[in-house]
């Protein structure tokens, strides 16, 4: 699924609009994700905060009744690239929200599809399953180790 210029634009556009409402000098917003719904029979891109409120909406032309399968997979790459564009440009810097938060693309129902971007802060440390590999037998060892002595 090819965007035009003007799809882009939009969607751009419709960040930029969610995000003011958390650019003020005032105290850090507390939420954890800002959610992008794509939805493939209307061709919307509604994005909201973690508490259901509506940010911004726009229409991209080519989603609108997109009839292949692979809708959030070609979804998840377009706005992906789009919300690094806005990291790039260095937009998310002055948000007042606490880090770390995410911008998730969820399906119809709001269930999580993928993570698009973590935006945290240098000091804060993610917890993956390459980094948990082999914790439980290390744990179960030094458990035994510290009973026995």
Sequence with gaps: MKLSAQSHASITSSLREALEK???D?????ITDIHLQPKQDSGELVIFNDDDEELSRTIIEEWVDYGEDDFYIKVEGILRTDINTL????ELESLC???PYSFVLVDEDKETVAELLLIDDDDT???NDE???GLDEELDAFLKDLLEK
Excluded: F, H
């Design 87 to 90: 990291k790039g440009k260095e």
């Design 26 to 30: 005032g105290d850090r917003t507390v």
């Design 125 to 127: 440390l993610l917890l």
């Design 22 to 24: 958390y650019v003020t």
């Design 97 to 99: 929200i606490m880090k």
């Design 131 to 133: 980094l948990l590999k």
